[in-house]
């Protein structure tokens, strides 16, 4: 299976262009802008000033994001889809706030009510994005238990993607009760030897197996790439981006992308 991530300015333009590469799943992803950028300007509770956003802990409520879209994108697309939400330890490496622990408890609440609000309007997967855990170590037990508390607040499977080099984090994998984790192999194909098989026990390896350099792997590069991760994981993973393609020219994307799929379909 192949997950689409494309640079994009429209929802429109995402869906049209997934559907042009061929994509098994179409990913909702945040049209162009930091991720964290377009929840933090959506959200009661957070004020950007100069350009810092703060949270004040007191003023922090639900508003809807991107689960509002998912509805027109479920009808106009007769494929899977996957819905993307910033994680709190990335969100929090961001947003400014003066109690810290406050914030995550509020910010873990908002962020439940907006997945679940995804799972209602049609999203088949949901992830999370925190590619600031493979920078933090120790990972802090909060940002831990703020994410499973996100994760089990749907019934539909969830992901954890985690960017960059995994050494400090792979060992955390299993104290995440989710069912898919999404890490970069293209780019950093050194992450196979920091992982152990028991580390995925329970859970399903999402491959980045293109990576966000202007570069565009041939179909051996990737092949090279999922036959790795075949030996190592097994027949049940999916394919994906290392990571999302913003600063990615588009064209090279593309040609990523459908290179991509062809691995995935001769497979």
């Known amino acids: 299976m192949t997950l689409g991530s494309l640079p994009v300015e429209s929802w429109e333009e995402a869906l049209s262009l997934q559907k042009m590469v061929g994509v098994d799943i179409i990913t909702c992803g945040l049209p162009c802008?930091?991720?964290?950028?377009?929840?933090?300007?959506?959200?009661?509770?957070?004020?950007?000033?100069?350009?810092?956003?703060?949270?004040?802990?007191?003023?922090?409520?639900?508003?809807?994001?991107?689960?509002?879209?998912?509805?027109?994108?479920?009808?106009?697309?007769?494929?899977?889809?996957?819905?993307?939400?910033?994680?709190?330890?990335?969100?929090?490496?961001?947003?400014?706030?003066?109690?810290?622990?406050?914030?995550?408890?509020?910010?873990?609440?908002?962020?439940?009510?907006?997945?679940?609000?995804?799972?209602?309007?049609?999203a088949d997967f949901i992830q999370i994005n925190e590619p600031i855990l493979s920078r933090?170590?120790?990972?802090?037990g909060p940002f831990i238990r703020a994410i499973n508390k996100i994760a089990n607040s749907v019934m539909v499977p969830t992901i954890l993607h985690v960017c960059g080099e995994i050494s400090s984090f792979a060992h955390y994998i299993p104290r995440f009760e989710v069912e898919m984790v999404s890490v970069e192999f293209a780019g950093f194909q050194k992450n196979f030897e920091f992982l152990t098989k028991?580390?995925?026990?329970?859970?399903?390896?999402?491959?980045?197996?293109?990576?966000?350099?202007?570069l565009v792997e041939d179909i051996?590069?990737?092949?090279?790439?999922?036959?790795?991760?075949?030996?190592?994981?097994?027949?049940?993973?999916?394919?994906?981006?290392?990571?999302?393609?913003?600063?990615?020219?588009?064209?090279?994307?593309?040609?990523?992308?459908?290179?991509?799929?062809?691995?995935?379909c001769d497979g």
């Open 33 to 122: 802008g930091g991720f964290v950028d377009v929840y933090a300007n959506k959200m009661p509770g957070i004020r950007k000033i100069d350009e810092r956003f703060f949270l004040d802990t007191d003023a922090l409520i639900y508003a809807p994001v991107c689960s509002e879209c998912l509805s027109w994108l479920k009808k106009a697309v007769d494929k899977p889809l996957k819905a993307i939400i910033p994680g709190p330890a990335t969100f929090l490496s961001v947003v400014r706030c003066d109690n810290l622990k406050l914030a995550l408890e509020k910010l873990t609440e908002v962020l439940v009510e907006e997945v679940e609000a995804m799972e209602r309007s049609g």
């Open 136 to 140: 933090i170590y120790p990972v802090p």
């Open 198 to 214: 028991d580390v995925f026990e329970g859970k399903k390896a999402v491959v980045g197996c293109v990576s966000t350099k202007p």
């Open 220 to 264: 051996e590069m990737i092949k090279s790439v999922v036959d790795m991760a075949l030996d190592f994981f097994g027949s049940e993973i999916m394919l994906s981006s290392d990571c999302g393609f913003a600063k990615t020219p588009k064209d090279v994307v593309i040609h990523k992308m459908k290179n991509m799929v062809r691995v995935s």
